[in-house]
């Protein structure tokens, strides 16, 4: 007899004659976890890649999922967490998370580095705790597949009542490369002026930069039928290129957020083709990009200081198959100016290189090859940790939940509460030496035949052993005592786990004896976590209900 | 080695004998591709168009009504999209009627209309899984173009008023269809007394081979195609003919149409004893879905305290092939919709079985599992920590 479902010979075995199964009458400790209730994939999002920022991540904001999407947020929770917390970084950026968060990677099999090249096709990426992560394994970026292509923009700005005097400007404006190269100008040299009779909008170009100062001219005349101001101010070195329009302003400062701060690019241009977002990159790095192929190491490079922006920038790149690193450079000063903390965009490999050379027009005959460690597919971007660091973390911890499953954690993540309910008793005895030890132990389980299996392999893996052996029975023992577990039951080797680490806090409590602080700690996560579960429970409840009443 | 009994009829059916000897000429000499003009081709050519007329008698369509696809999901697909396309190159409005207890290839394709701007309102149904007719003649409106609803659930076997829906749509002038995959071969259908516009049957789910399934299109419906190549089935799905298979699936419905009435009676029967069995045997079991009006093959149950996948293998080790609703067994762990939209919870969604009859059931069958699942239910109560108290 071979696999019976997806399951191990051992896992069946388990679940076909469970040990130490039935309810204990007067038990020393009761551990219950786990709720029968199936809820709606939850998910842990790291949006900019920082807890920091997912707590400024309202309700119906739309984060990038796992399939390429834009998903929208359903719910923002969050919860007190002291303990160890993971720094992960790869070239795209920086991830903080616990250690039993979920990630999708591939995990690379011991030996030559090269294998994640040569091989690629036959590693497959699934989800593996952040804990089981190592510097050098693959993490996987989503590249945004929304696709909509407009052919046109309307400017729904209303033109003022006392307004006699502006030009009229066209009702809709093609939404060809022209247009978005003057994008990509405004995001990186463009601001609006935005004052009671002197709105208009403003490019600061550096005096050599005529070449950009004529291509605005010619996209304003023959776009908006508006001939642009143009000062040159050789002392400070500038060319000032001034677009008199108050509607058009207005319609920019719409679009894009004023300040250099607060730049974005709208939803409507991130989801335009790949093929028509070459020309706001060429704009954009025209501005504040550079490029250096002279040197030995050629490199490009796009500087901009709204946070935003820069992650936008990395996702429009990912989609012309280009990797780049984001780096952070803190505020400084130099030269008596201030400067912002400021993020970097750098494109340094080769491959990339080529292709955002033959995007700026620029020749690049590459001199040196150089090795590849990052790759694509139709749906991600592969790229490897080069930084794992664990630190500890006390405060809140964010957590979103997102419409249509996915993103950084996976379905996976619903694991935790996907149905299945463990009750463990223990009874505690004295051995020889005075230890305490488990002198017996019982389970009754609500759940798959997964559940089942780990429940009753864990009373076979705990009974006789003292306390603080119990206690160090992790999901790896349980796991390897079945001779394996299918990647999507993993979680009920956890709930193992957590229901005897619970049954000895109950034991611990009950005699009133001091409770080390991991066990403490993991009661209280416990907790929360059943709290929350039953919160959203009822909010479902009450939903159906409803809707059973129309 | 233990008794097999296969009780999964409603996922797949075996192909039957009597229809793998017909189709079995059609892969060895009469191979012919019905495009070409030689007499190989003529040849499998009039063995699709037999076939064609042996499907539409069935369900009383004209021949040049059927288009033959490779799958019910794609069927479903070419009605939903291909409507819904057409429609759009009339510039005309997009608004779609579904059930809340539609197959995953309905629910998704109405998903992804979804998403390309056409409205989409899903019905909502009772306890029992029926949809009230009054409700779809109040979800119709001006922009409606089409009403697309399962002829008998695939999980629940709960049969939908097809006919005075199909007469609601009829006298609003929108296109109706419906997913008798489940249905067609068991239950008597006629398109032109149900007054149905489009209809989905599937082959494997009757005896018949797998990769074949056919499309009633009603003469004179606007439907756009979404293979485009040689034109074969009218331009509707152009792809080399599977004449083998067809000639398969139109055996099958020979045979349904000769054996129906008897069948569904020894069936229906089978199925009432299981039924009440069950509910006599086991406590704290609940029937999902009508006790009348459902497929006389099928038997959807929900048991107290107990898990779905739980069910499903220790049933496998004592050789009976079933299915559940529940999370765990689904590859996205979420409890099936169809469970969920007939008023279950979660949870109770979680303890739910199918069992469905099929052509070699036997009585003897029935008895044996009546045996063996009362002592599988109370063993897994016997671990579950709920057993005797309400949660």
Known sequence: ?550 | MTKKIYLDYAATTPVDPRVVKEMIPYFTEKFGNTMSIHSFGQEAKQALEESREVVAGLMGAKSSEIIFTGSATESNNLALKGIALARRSHGGGGHIIISSIEHPCVMESAKWLETQGFEITRLPVDKYGLIDPEEVKKAIKKETILVSIIHASNEIGTIQPIEEIGKICRERGVYFHTDAAQSFGKIPIDVNKMKIDLLTASSHKMYGPKGVACLFVREGTKIEPLLHGGGHEAGLRSSTVNVGAIVGFAEACKIAKKEMGKETERLTKLRDKLIKGILAKIPDSYLNGHPQKRLPNNVNFWFEFVEGESMVIQLDLMGIAASTGSACSSAKLEPSHVLLAIGLKPEEAHGSLRLSLGRWITEKDINYVLKVLPGIIKKLRRISPFKGRRY
């Open chain 1, 1 to 550: 007899m071979g696999k019976i479902g997806p399951y191990t010979q051992k896992v069946i075995e388990y679940f076909k004659h469970p040990k130490n199964m039935g309810r204990m009458k007067n038990p020393d400790g009761l551990g219950k976890v786990g709720n029968p209730v199936c809820l709606l994939p939850k998910q842990n999002i790291h949006i900019n890649n920082s807890l920091r920022t997912i707590d400024k991540i309202t309700l119906a904001e739309r984060v990038l999922s796992s399939d390429g999407r834009y998903n929208k947020v359903n719910k923002a929770t969050k919860r007190n967490y002291s303990g160890q917390i993971l720094t992960i970084k790869n070239k795209l950026g920086r991830v903080q998370l616990t250690p039993d968060h979920l990630i999708l990677a591939i995990k690379l099999p011991k030996g030559d580095k090269f294998l994640r090249t040569k091989n690629k096709k036959q590693l497959t990426p699934a989800w593996y705790h952040a804990e089981d992560l190592k510097k050098g394994d693959i993490s996987l970026y989503p590249i945004l597949k929304e696709k909509d292509n407009l052919n046109c923009i309307a400017i729904d700005i209303p033109k003022p009542k006392w307004d006699f005097k502006s030009k009229e400007l066209p009702n809709k404006i093609p939404l060809n490369s022209d247009l978005l190269r003057l994008f990509g100008y405004f995001l990186s040299e463009g601001h609006v002026q935005d004052k009671p009779c002197r709105t208009f909008i403003s490019f600061a170009l550096n005096i050599n930069e005529e070449e950009i100062v004529k291509d605005i001219n010619s996209i304003s005349q023959s776009l908006f039928n508006l001939e642009p101001r143009i000062k040159r101010l050789p002392k400070r070195k500038t060319i000032r290129v001034d677009l008199y329009s108050a509607r058009l302003a207005r319609f920019f400062k719409q679009l894009f957020g004023n300040g250099a701060e607060n730049k974005t690019t709208p939803d409507f241009i991130m989801n335009l083709p790949s093929r028509k977002q070459t020309a706001l990159i060429y704009g954009l790095w025209k501005g504040d990009g550079y490029i250096n192929i002279m040197r030995s190491g050629a490199r490009a490079g796009f500087v901009t200081i709204s946070h935003t922006l820069a992650h936008q920038l990395k996702i429009l790149l990912l989609r012309q198959k280009i990797v780049p690193s984001i780096y952070i450079d803190k505020k400084r000063k130099s030269h008596g100016v201030n400067h912002k903390e400021s993020y970097r965009i750098h494109v340094g490999q080769r491959d990339s290189l080529i292709k955002l050379c033959s995007i700026l027009g620029v020749k690049y005959i590459p001199r040196s090859y150089s090795s590849v460690d990052s790759w694509f597919d139709k749906n991600f971007c592969y790229t490897p940790i080069t930084q794992i660091q664990k630190s500890n973390y006390e405060g809140k911890i964010f957590n979103l939940e997102v419409f249509d499953s996915h993103s950084f954690t996976s379905e996976a993540f619903c694991l935790h509460n996907c149905g299945d309910v463990m009750w463990l008793y223990i009874k505690v005895g004295k051995n020889k030496k005075g230890e305490e030890f488990i002198k017996d132990i019982k389970f009754e389980t609500f759940g798959c035949v997964a559940a089942i299996a780990t429940s009753s392999v864990i009373t076979d893996l705990a009974k006789g052993k003292t306390l603080n052996q119990a206690l160090k029975i992790d999901r790896e023992e349980i796991v390897k005592s079945l001779g394996g577990l299918p990647i999507i039951k993993i979680h009920c080797s956890v709930l193992a786990a957590s229901a005897l680490s619970e049954a000895i806090y109950d034991y611990l409590k009950k005699k009133k004896r001091e409770i080390p602080e991991r066990l403490e700690k993991a009661h209280q996560r416990i907790e929360e976590e059943k709290k929350e579960i039953n919160q959203r429970y009822k909010e479902w409840i009450k939903l159906e209900e409803k809707m059973h009443k129309k």
